[in-house]
C-alpha cells in the first residue's frame, strides 16, 4: 500500500521572519507589536537577534517571558500576547495550520463595541493598500495602540482579582470568527489532517513490508514571497505555502 503524499512542510506549520516594531508604545515601551490571540491555532517564537519580551494574559493572569538569541517559547490558543522589542528584536515565527494564525486565525483587543460589530472590527484591522509606506505604517500604529489600551485595561482588571473583563473579550472573539470557522476547517484537512494521516499511512505500510511509498521522495524550498509586510507584530518576511 503506498501511503498518501504530503508535500508541505513538516507537521502542517507556517512559518514567517518577524522584525518586531520599534514604535515606541502608549505605555511608555521602547517598542512592540499588536496585542491579539489565536482561537484554534498555538504559536511558537525562534529567537533569532535582538532583546525583548512577550506579554501574556490568561485567566491564570499575567506573564512576561524574557525573549534573547537562542529562546524557544510557545502558546496556546486563547493566549493573548503582546511583544515588546527592547532592542532589534527579531523572531522565527512557527504556527500550527499552515500558517492560519497570519490567515485569520487572530483578534485584536480591541474596544468591545468593535468586537461586537462584525463590519467596524474589519475597518479597524485593514491595512490600507495601494498607498505609501508612511501611510500604511500610520494606519498600523493606529491599529497596534487601540489594541494596546485594550490589552492594558484587560491586564488591569485581572491583575486586580476581576475575570470579567477577559471572559466578556474572549466571548466576543469567539463569536467574531465564528463565521470562518468551515474555512479553517478546510485548511486543518488539508495541511495538519493530511500531515498525519500520512504518517499514518507510511507506518502501516512499513509495518506491512511495503517500501513503495519511499520512491516519491522529494526536496522543496522557498524564498520570501513578500518583504517587510507590515502584520500585527512588526515587518514580516512571508513565506508561500509554508
Not at 514604535?23 to 499588536?34: F, R
Not at 503582546?82 to 487572530?106: C, F, H, K, W, Y
Request: with cysteine.
Amino acid at each position: 500500500m503506498v501511503s498518501p503524499a504530503y508535500h508541505g512542510f513538516p507537521g502542517a506549520v507556517g512559518v514567517s521572519r518577524l522584525t518586531v516594531y520599534d514604535w515606541p508604545t502608549v505605555d511608555g515601551l521602547p517598542g512592540g507589536g499588536t496585542p491579539h490571540l489565536h482561537l484554534t491555532c498555538s504559536e511558537g517564537y525562534v529567537v533569532t537577534a535582538g532583546r525583548g519580551a512577550v506579554q501574556t494574559l490568561t485567566a491564570s493572569g499575567f506573564e512576561e517571558t524574557p525573549l534573547e538569541p537562542g529562546t524557544v517559547a510557545w502558546f496556546t490558543p486563547g493566549t493573548i500576547h503582546r511583544l515588546v522589542n527592547d532592542r532589534g528584536l527579531e523572531i522565527t515565527v512557527v504556527m500550527q495550520n499552515s500558517g492560519l494564525p497570519e490567515a485569520g486565525d487572530a483578534v485584536l483587543t480591541l474596544p468591545r463595541d468593535l468586537l461586537d460589530d462584525p463590519g467596524a472590527y474589519a475597518d479597524a484591522v485593514r491595512l490600507p493598500v495601494g498607498v505609501s509606506e508612511a501611510r500604511q505604517e500610520k494606519a498600523a500604529r493606529v491599529r497596534r495602540d487601540l489594541a494596546t489600551g485594550r490589552f492594558l485595561e484587560l491586564r488591569e482588571a485581572t491583575e486586580n482579582g476581576d475575570p470579567a473583563p477577559l471572559a466578556a473579550f474572549l466571548r466576543a472573539a469567539a463569536a467574531l470568527v465564528r463565521p470562518r470557522l468551515d474555512a479553517w476547517e478546510r485548511r486543518w484537512r488539508e495541511g495538519a489532517y493530511a500531515a498525519t494521516e500520512s504518517t499514518r499511512a507510511g507506518l502501516e505500510a512499513l509495518r506491512g513490508g511495503d517500501d513503495a511509498h519511499l520512491s516519491a521522495a522529494g526536496v522543496t524550498s522557498t524564498g520570501p514571497a513578500a518583504r517587510g509586510r507590515f502584520g500585527m507584530c512588526g515587518r514580516l518576511d512571508v513565506y508561500p505555502g509554508i
